[in-house]
């Protein structure tokens, strides 16, 4: 009981940070994705295909968050954009804290796009507001389709799902309809986006909904925002 | 600092939790395993397959642990082995204490190997001994070759890595020696297994020696359980 008081209590802490973190995102006019999954779905490929195309249209900067290691960084860094790193050393999750003291270091003047990259875990982070506007789940059609309802915080907290690792449909057991089924069964209004990294499958429609998420942010058209 | 001290408190007592468990195991001459990996890295995949191979040569029950739904407890009830589902209800992790409230509801009379199967999840399970005799994780070969340095914490605290997967080494970029290479910087003792549950590769080599931990267990010669 003491427990789930304490727990209580720090998402609680966490979402007055996370509104605070929100302000700071507002002030600078820069619009904030949360993205989360399992490790190994694919985030830090979605990130890499979509600087590639949106790098010369937006000014974008990326927070990596990692239990160890900086190698998805490096790999973000390679795009020239500003990168900052966040080691959770065996943390499970980033949460508002984290994210606020990461702003320290980095200058959000002219940002219009911050893509936060989560730890790979598909439970923890569900429910962790970091002040973002969306948080973006993937899932990668090699963890089967079942896995909005056995994971369901995650997909009912998120407003956009990916469905990375298209190319490899005919390899595995995974019924895609079934999968955007079920994880509409979880949340009903999620975006739904199909994707493959290595074949460059589906990266430009990701890529054209977040560039007009961004302009219609910038505008001031925040009725729009999901 | 107060939030580190509960951690330490609730990690202790869970430590204490697990002793008793492992008392339980030790009395009915149970062998028991704790499978973790990633959400969709093929955990009750590969235990269909061992059940396959050796319900009929071994007395089995497993335990499943899930965020949500009894959807592997009820592939693995279709082998005719002894199930208890755990829900953990949005819970990252499975503890000892679970466990133990588990074994209520099994009759471990002349069960020689328990399979807990935990949560999705390659962070927050790392720490929490249920009191199993081996820990065992799987990391798939969709999930690159970088995870062990990655998450590494659950790397160390594993006896034995099964990768999984390796019948689509041919469409993803996952190159098995560093996979392997990586794994056994983090621990040089590992034991590694490759497998395919589609193609059903290495599942034989596998439950051979899962079958020889088993037998070594029940006649006493504990000095061989890793």
Redesign the interface.
């Known amino acids: 009981m003491s427990?789930i008081t304490?727990e209580r209590k720090?998402l609680e802490k966490n979402d007055e940070l996370a509104s605070q973190n929100r302000e700071v995102f507002q002030h600078h006019g820069a619009f904030v994705l949360n993205v989360v999954s399992?490790?190994?779905s694919g985030k830090t490929s979605i990130l890499e295909r979509t600087l590639e195309r949106l790098k010369n249209k937006l000014r974008i900067a990326v927070i990596e968050g990692?239990?160890?290691?900086d190698?998805d960084a490096q790999r973000i860094a390679a795009f020239g954009v500003p990168v900052v790193q966040i080691i959770t050393n065996?943390g499970?999750h980033l949460d508002a804290k984290l994210v606020h003291d990461a702003l320290g270091n980095l200058d959000l003047n002219g940002i219009q796009l911050l893509i936060i990259e989560n730890?790979?875990?598909?439970?923890?982070p569900a429910n962790y507001d970091l002040g973002e506007h969306t948080k973006v789940v993937l899932a990668?059609t090699?963890?089967?389709d079942?896995?909005p309802?056995?994971?369901?915080?995650m997909f009912r907290n998120a407003s956009v799902l990916i469905v990375n690792?298209i190319?490899?449909l005919p390899?595995?057991?995974c019924d895609i309809a079934e999968l955007k089924n079920n994880a509409r069964r979880i949340n009903p209004s999620l975006m739904i986006f199909e994707t493959s990294c290595?074949k460059q499958e589906g990266i430009d429609r990701w890529c054209t909904w977040l560039e007009e998420q961004v302009h219609n942010h910038s505008s001031g058209n925040t009725g729009k925002i999901i």
């Open positions: 427990i304490i720090v399992s490790p190994g990692d239990v160890q290691t190698f065996g499970c730890v790979g875990n598909l439970v923890c990668s090699t963890e089967g079942d896995k309802l056995k994971y369901p915080t690792k190319d490899l390899y595995v057991r290595t």
